[in-house]
């Protein structure tokens, strides 16, 4: 959908908390990064927003996965979360994102 965006030339997304405060948001940089990710420049992506390369890496190996299960016709893996582990995973997630938000901040006059 994104790709199709560009091609029709549409105008790039304006984020609205950039042009109220002139900083960046925890997703600012989120086009640009897999713009650049897309076209295999990935250093350039991570510089974007470190976030969001991660999770692009994640859904392209989810993506590996899922098609060597299918093919193969191998059974699913299953992560069954314990309600501890669930508390530090939702921890991991809350500080991954306060340290790309500040990574974002220390890096605000590329936005
Ligand atoms: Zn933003």
Request: aromatic letters at 16%; hydrophobic letters at 55%; proline letters at 5%.
């Amino acid at each position: 959908m994104a790709a199709a965006w560009f091609t029709l030339g549409l105008p790039w997304p304006v984020c609205a908390f950039h042009q109220i405060t002139g900083l960046p948001c925890i997703t600012c940089g989120m086009t640009r990064c897999s713009v650049q990710f897309f076209h295999g420049h990935f250093l350039a992506a991570v510089k974007w927003n470190p976030l969001v390369f991660a999770a692009l890496c994640g859904v392209m190996a989810f993506d590996l996965y899922a098609f060597g299960a299918l093919v193969m016709r191998a059974p699913r893996l299953r992560i069954a979360f314990q309600q501890r582990e669930k508390k530090y995973a939702r921890g991991i997630v809350v500080s991954a994102l306060a340290l790309n938000w500040i990574y974002l901040l220390m890096h605000w006059r590329n936005f």
